[in-house]
């Protein structure tokens, strides 16, 4: 009998963030493989990575694991989709906007999901069927902030044309709300979740970004929009998540004959 997943995933995640942190802090320092401009991994990716692949591997050995250092390694349709370290720019500068990231993708949709951030002792949970939760308390999405500020999150990257992302956001301040970015999709999802933001965008971000906090904006009863699961299975795609409360969010972020609208 294997244990529940939910409840493994959330307990491997604070695993994890324990050890990043740990690695982190040692004498030496981190190691950096760089990977691409603004893109690198260091040597805690790879041991979390490790760590969390190792654990899965023990608990439940029939289920895949596409991993954003180590790529897809077994079924796709029962299968863990894992950022080891989202954010590593951040995390690796000593700031808290980073997280783990542990989805389970069921060959139909994202089931379940746990983002952890450990530098802000936040953690985050949810399943289908079950709601979400963040730091044990249920997610209630659409509610909005009191202070009637409308927030969005935004994620870039070189993946996307820079043209396109300040036209976004133009349109966002045109539109009377403000957005905010954070270097981690993790933290921006986290953010919906937690009531600070009421959507997260990135035009062009990865299933290991998303997985997990999608699952978990859907089961809390949120939106969620991404390309088709067969091509998000291999390269990034346009992602929206968010809570309901602003119905045209998809047309301001995506106005209709735009290139990402498509
Ligand atoms: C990063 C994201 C960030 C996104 C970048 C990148 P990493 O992940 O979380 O929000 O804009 O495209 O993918 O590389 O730090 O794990």
Redesign the pocket.
């Known amino acids: 009998m294997t244990a529940d997943r939910l409840g493994f995933a959330v307990s491997l995640a604070r695993k994890a963030g324990a050890l990043a942190q740990s690695m982190r802090d040692q004498a030496g320092g981190l190691d950096y493989t760089i990977k691409a401009p603004e893109?690198?991994?260091t040597d805690a990716?790879y041991a979390v990575e490790a760590l969390i692949r190792q654990r899965i591997a023990e608990t439940y050995p029939d289920d895949g694991v596409l991993g954003?250092e180590e790529g897809l390694k077994g079924r796709v349709d029962g299968c863990w989709i894992v950022?080891p370290?989202?954010?590593?720019?951040?995390?690796s500068r000593g700031m808290d906007d980073?997280g783990i990231s542990i989805g389970y993708f069921n060959g139909t949709e994202f089931e379940l999901g746990v983002i952890y951030a450990p530098d802000k002792d936040l953690m985050a949970s949810g399943q289908i069927g079950r709601g979400a939760f963040v730091n044990g308390k249920p997610v209630t999405l659409g509610q909005g902030h009191p202070d009637q500020t409308k927030l969005i999150s935004i994620?870039?990257?070189d993946?996307q044309p820079m043209q396109e992302y300040t036209d976004r956001i133009a349109r966002i301040r045109a539109a009377g709300m403000d957005h905010r970015?954070?270097?981690?999709?993790?933290?921006?999802i986290l953010g919906v979740l937690s009531g600070w933001f009421d959507a997260y965008y990135?035009r062009?971000?990865?299933i290991?970004?998303a997985a997990a906090g999608l699952a978990m904006i859907k089961a809390a009863g949120g939106v969620v929009e991404h390309g088709p699961f067969d091509t998000f299975l291999k390269e990034?795609t346009r992602v929206l998540a968010h809570n309901g409360r602003i119905p045209e969010i998809a047309q301001i972020v995506d106005p209709p004959h735009s290139q990402a609208a498509e």
């Open positions: 893109d690198y991994a990716d954003e950022d370290i989202d954010g590593t720019i951040n995390f980073w994620g870039y990257s993946r970015r954070h270097g981690a999709a993790t933290i921006g990135e062009a971000l990865n290991w970004d990034p």
